[in-house]
């Protein structure tokens, strides 16, 4: 069956603080990235819905060959673009989706298409959340979602209750992962960033010692590793170190001025470089073979995405690498992610997010 696709781009993006249809994550516009994921279906007509015809809009439109829609009622949010664009369609059924879910696939919902016979909307639930812009509607839904604007109600769900209707549940939360401001903004570019790698690397940041770095990734390494997750772990030291026994074999050459010093195990093997200057970190993260997640710590030298930590001492770190805060005490900042810096569970949850496992 063929179905059309209302893309939903309207919004006043107020919590964002700018148009976040322009905004990028990875390189790439929301609305961009939405669009380009639709032109790889098969859809069998595709609508832009707005409030406003803008000229990036246009411009978006005209570059994919979509339809650009403008509400005809102003100011009433998501249901004005259903209503207009479910009564452009010729399909029976359309998809409508929102233009602010970076990492949305599209393959998630088709299961939901076999629910179609006995109803006229098909509403995913991810993470106990209706999910009303990722969702199916029946074209006739058009005249319904009009006369309820009509009547000033403009939540979607108040006019689905009153037709047949079919709520399913769906695992995969991070793909319905919305930004709407600037603290979701730091999680997206956070996780694309990972998303582009071949391993992904998060960085545990504190602007002092005592503040719990090695505890911290410490603490994620055991719980990942009991699932299975395997990390690697690279440290950044200032001071020099040498990890070798005096008096061992491995030892003496080195000693004796061998650039490099490896030895081999049944259980694993390690290797001893010199080097004239300090390794570039990306370098080092290449040569880590056989690991599902880098975990790196250090004060100013972060990868993107960060993860800062503190316990009031010195000045919290909160640069556009840090992706969120896990602190002893409320960081004067809204534009950033908190977390209790003892919660593993949400330092778990986060980093899985982050690194896109």
């Known amino acids: 069956m063929k179905i059309s696709l209302l893309i939903i781009a309207g919004g006043k993006s107020t919590r964002l603080g700018q148009d976040k249809r322009l905004v990028k994550v990875g390189g790439v516009g929301l609305l961009e990235n939405i669009l380009n994921k639709a032109a790889a279906e098969d859809f069998a007509e595709i609508f832009l819905c707005a409030e406003e015809n803008l000229p990036a809009l246009k411009t978006l439109a005209e570059k994919f060959s979509v339809k650009l829609l403008i509400d005809?009622?102003?100011?009433?949010?998501?249901?004005?673009?259903?209503?207009?664009?479910l009564g452009k369609i010729k399909t029976d059924w359309a998809l409508a989706v929102s233009a602010d879910m970076p990492f949305f696939e599209f393959e998630i919902l088709r299961p939901l298409t076999e629910k179609f016979s006995s109803t006229q909307a098909v509403i995913p639930?991810?993470?106990?959340?209706?999910?009303?812009?990722?969702?199916?509607?029946?074209?006739?839904?058009?005249?319904?979602?009009?006369?309820?604007?009509?009547?000033g109600q403009r939540k979607?769900?108040?006019?689905?209750?009153k037709v047949p209707?079919?709520?399913?549940?769906?695992?995969?939360e991070e793909l319905f992962f919305n930004v709407n401001t600037r603290a979701d903004l730091r999680l997206a570019r956070g996780r694309a960033e990972n998303l582009?790698?071949?391993?992904?690397?998060?960085?545990?940041?504190?602007?002092?010692?005592?503040?719990?770095?090695?505890?911290?990734?410490?603490?994620?390494?055991?719980?990942?590793?009991?699932?299975?997750?395997?990390?690697?772990?690279?440290?950044?030291?200032?001071?020099?170190?040498?990890?070798?026994?005096?008096?061992?074999?491995s030892y003496k050459f080195q000693t004796?001025?061998?650039?490099?010093?490896?030895?081999?195990?049944?259980?694993?093997?390690?290797?001893?470089?010199q080097t004239d200057e300090r390794e570039n970190f990306f370098g080092v993260a290449d040569k880590m073979s056989d690991v599902d997640l880098i975990l790196t710590e250090g004060r100013t030298r972060a990868i993107f995405p960060a993860i800062s930590l503190w316990r009031g001492k010195g000045e919290v770190i909160t640069d556009e690498k840090v992706a969120a805060i896990f602190t002893s005490e409320p960081v004067d900042s809204d534009e950033i992610f908190q977390f209790d810096i003892n919660d593993l569970a949400a330092a778990e949850k986060l980093c899985k997010f982050l690194a896109g496992i």
Not at 72 to 82: F, N, V
Not at 128 to 148: K, P, V
Not at 165 to 172: F, G, I, P, T, V
Request: no cysteine.
């Open 72 to 85: 005809t009622e102003k100011d009433s949010g998501p249901m004005a673009g259903l209503a207009v664009g």
């Open 125 to 151: 639930i991810v993470g106990g959340r209706r999910q009303m812009l990722a969702a199916f509607y029946r074209r006739e839904l058009a005249e319904i979602f009009s006369q309820e604007l009509s009547s």
């Open 156 to 161: 979607i769900f108040a006019a689905i209750k």
């Open 165 to 172: 209707h079919e709520l399913a549940k769906l695992s995969a």
């Open 196 to 249: 582009s790698r071949t391993t992904p690397i998060i960085s545990i940041v504190a602007p002092a010692s005592g503040t719990g770095k090695t505890t911290f990734i410490e603490n994620l390494v055991k719980k990942f590793s009991a699932q299975g997750i395997k990390i690697g772990v690279i440290k950044s030291d200032a001071h020099g170190f040498n990890v070798d026994v005096e008096g061992k074999d």
């Open 256 to 273: 004796a001025g061998a650039r490099s010093v490896a030895v081999v195990a049944p259980q694993g093997w390690f290797m001893i470089q």
